[in-house]
């Protein structure tokens, strides 16, 4: 399933269907510039379109995902638009997931190195009674947060 092809395939029945790109974008309710996303392959129709997307284009979703038109003998026990749809709606969440876990990582992260940055301040402030070990042992933390990024 590359991209491009799918977006190729898309502008093709686009055309066949004698639709631009804003008129396509007005049926399936999207931006036109979602539909010139979809069709130079920068992007691919989130799961929410594609079934309208494939009935305004009077095509499947297994031709739509594999970017090219099925073949008329081409006979399965099962269905291929089925699997196909499924199999892309899961990739979807798959990403959403990962995107979701990274954000989370992140925030959790930076409170973290910022939290315990201030603590060794704090701490060193209060135990030393000096600003100048205080920073450096502030600095001394953000080494340890590098050294344990790059080991682990």
């Known amino acids: 399933m590359?991209?491009?092809?799918?977006?190729?395939?898309i502008a093709a029945k686009r055309r066949e269907q004698n639709l631009t790109q804003a008129q396509l974008a007005e049926m399936i309710g999207v931006s036109?510039?979602?539909?010139?996303?979809?069709e130079t392959g920068k992007s691919m129709p989130d799961y929410s379109v594609v079934e309208?997307?494939?009935?305004v284009l009077n095509i499947?979703?297994?031709?739509?995902l594999s970017g090219k038109e099925k073949e008329p003998d081409n006979k399965t026990s099962f269905s291929e638009?089925?699997?196909?749809l499924l199999l892309?709606?899961?990739k979807q969440?798959?990403?959403?997931?990962?995107?979701?876990?990274?954000?989370h990582v992140g925030k959790t992260a930076k409170t973290g190195i910022t939290f315990g940055s201030v603590l060794a301040i704090v701490i060193s402030y209060t135990q030393w009674h000096s600003i100048e070990w205080a920073i450096f042992h502030g600095l001394m933390s953000w080494g340890y947060v590098i050294?344990?990024?790059i080991r682990y």
Do not use: H
Not at 60 to 64: A, F, I, K, M, T
């Open 81 to 84: 638009e089925d699997m196909a």
């Open 60 to 64: 499947s979703v297994s031709e739509l």
């Open 88 to 90: 892309y709606k899961a």
């Open 52 to 55: 309208l997307l494939c009935k």
């Open 32 to 38: 036109n510039k979602t539909i010139s996303k979809w």
């Open 2 to 9: 590359r991209q491009q092809d799918i977006g190729l395939f």
């Open 147 to 149: 050294y344990y990024l």
């Open 93 to 103: 969440m798959e990403n959403a997931k990962n995107i979701q876990f990274d954000k």
